[in-house]
């Protein structure tokens, strides 16, 4: 009787250890795929950020360059604007200017 009663404690327990086993290999399993979706929504996510964060530095080089060439423009309407009026023509342009107002 006792020796039955071993023998059933003994496979009570080897099941028991089976389903522990189970359950924490499914835990495992759980545990993996949760950690591959958390990774995959924070690679996600930095790569939004960095796609982002060229984006914005690709505007701030365009702006930098709209500036520049702005600068540019003006710079050489001036140059060109010197050398074609000169003095003379200028004050002409004023004093007429200045008889019609």
């Known amino acids: 009787v006792a020796a039955k009663k071993s023998e059933v404690t003994l496979a009570e327990a080897k099941q028991k250890a089976s389903e522990i086993i189970a359950q924490a290999e499914k835990r495992g399993t759980q545990i993996v795929e949760e950690a591959k979706g958390n990774a995959k929504v924070e690679g996600d996510r930095i790569l939004a950020g960095a796609k982002s964060e060229i984006d914005q530095e690709v505007n701030r080089a365009k702006e930098g360059l709209r500036a520049q060439v702005s600068a540019l423009a003006i710079a050489g309407a001036e140059k060109i604007l010197r050398k074609e009026i ?16």
């Open 86 to 101: 000169d003095a003379k023509a200028h004050s002409e342009m004023l004093s007429k200017l200045a008889a019609e107002l």
